[in-house]
């Protein structure tokens, strides 16, 4: 085994360059799509103005409920200012919230909370104007919650003293535990999959695929031996073909492991963004064995290399595990196949594995063409 490191590790300082560019190319890949992606959902966010008359805690809660809406970029500026703004067209609307808001919602009273301004070029004036509504209609829902229970312990003399305060906290804890609204939807009686996730790239989705695809061009070293003209050499070794390119591809996977655990790593302090360590092994052993097998093939690096390249896209269209769904949602039979699934669903075991293990054991006991 020592002969054998040597002499692979004499290939790869020649290899240097392109065997380091397609190691790391997975993790490059994901931080540099995912921080572009990031940088332009946020510049493809509409501007919205809002105009805080008075800053009290019911004014700043509803700014903070409104700067969560994902498609709009809220900025707190002067009456004045975001007017003037509004004129110039860089800002899409306007919303005042007027002074007295919290004692109005006390008040259970609705009328003249927030004033609302838009251009003739405002184009997503209604959906954030419905959605600021909706916050208002729930801080006062919460108030006259409040004013009833109070009113039925004043009736009842149930005497358990509740505060308005304390009403309307216990009305947000149960609206943030039992998850109040939550609607799916879904065509032709397709199976609906909920999901938390916003982010326009899943990121371990993204890593899984440029994986994938380095992993195939890397392990063109298979055509490559078998074709070199030191092959009938091996006539005269103690070491058979097949047991050399076994022993080569143990050192691949060792060296992609290591890169992988820093990839772990690198990810969750860029992302925040955790996998199972022992899935990732076991996606990488599997998919390793996939190109390993892939390459005996071909005869060609050139053919090898455009297949290596539509296998992937073609997993990355069908399999959803860049975007949020795939081509081919209504094929449930290709998830039985799909290689990325197992990773981003923390499984283990699934046809796609058994597949795999079981082509790289006929190719262990298969009958050698050259024998030492």
């Given at each position: 085994?020592?002969?054998?490191?040597?002499?692979?590790?004499?290939?790869?300082?020649?290899?240097?360059?392109?065997?380091?560019?397609?190691?790391?190319?997975?993790?490059?890949?994901?931080l540099g799509i995912i921080t572009v992606t990031d940088v332009l959902q946020e510049d493809t966010k509409v501007p919205v103005g809002i105009v805080l008359e008075e800053e009290?805690?019911?004014?700043?809660?509803?700014?903070?409920?409104?700067?969560?809406i994902p498609f709009a970029r809220i900025k707190e500026l002067s009456e004045d200012d975001a007017l003037y703004k509004l004129r110039k067209h860089e800002l899409d609307s306007v919303f005042i919230i007027h002074d007295g808001l919290e004692e109005k919602i006390l008040e259970n009273s609705r009328n003249k909370l927030i004033t609302s301004y838009r251009s003739d070029?405002?184009?997503?004036?209604?959906?954030?104007?419905?959605?600021?509504?909706?916050?208002?209609?729930?801080?006062?829902?919460?108030?006259?919650?409040?004013?009833?229970?109070?009113?039925?312990?004043?009736?009842?003399?149930?005497?358990?003293?509740?505060?308005?305060?304390?009403?309307?906290?216990?009305?947000?804890?149960?609206?943030?535990?039992?998850?109040?609204?939550?609607?799916?939807?879904?065509?032709?009686?397709?199976?609906?999959?909920?999901?938390?996730?916003?982010?326009?790239?899943s990121v371990w989705g993204l890593w899984a695929i440029c994986s994938m695809l380095s992993t195939l061009l890397l392990f063109d070293w298979v055509i490559k031996e078998k074709q070199s003209n030191t092959r009938i050499r091996f006539a005269f070794t103690r070491w058979t073909i097949k047991s050399y390119l076994l022993q080569n591809f143990i050192l691949y996977c060792v060296l992609f492991i290591i890169v992988d655990l820093f990839t772990v790593f690198s990810l969750y302090v860029a992302f925040g963004e955790w996998i199972s360590i022992l899935n990732l092994i076991i996606y990488r052993i599997l998919i390793s064995l996939a190109a390993f097998l892939l390459a005996h093939l071909f005869k060609t690096t050139f053919l090898y290399y455009s297949m290596s390249f539509g296998i992937t896209l073609f997993v990355t269209i069908s399999s959803g595990a860049v975007l949020p769904s795939g081509v081919f949602t209504n094929w449930s039979w290709f998830d039985l196949f799909n290689p990325i699934l197992p990773l981003l669903n923390g499984e283990f075991v699934s046809l796609w594995s058994l597949v795999v293990i079981l082509f790289m054991i006929v190719w262990l006991v298969r009958k050698e063409k050259y024998n030492a």
């Open positions: 085994m020592n002969s054998i490191l040597v002499t692979r590790l004499m290939h790869w300082k020649k290899q240097f360059t392109s065997l380091m560019f397609w190691l790391l190319f997975p993790l490059l890949a994901t009290t805690e019911a004014s700043n809660e509803l700014v903070q409920e409104i700067k969560t070029l405002s184009f997503a004036y209604s959906p954030v104007k419905e959605i600021v509504l909706s916050y208002v209609q729930q801080e006062t829902g919460r108030s006259k919650a409040a004013l009833v229970v109070k009113g039925l312990e004043q009736q009842y003399e149930a005497g358990k003293g509740w505060t308005f305060e304390e009403i309307v906290a216990k009305s947000n804890e149960i609206e943030q535990d039992e998850n109040l609204l939550n609607t799916a939807f879904s065509f032709n009686d397709s199976p609906v999959k909920a999901s938390k996730d916003t982010a326009l790239f």
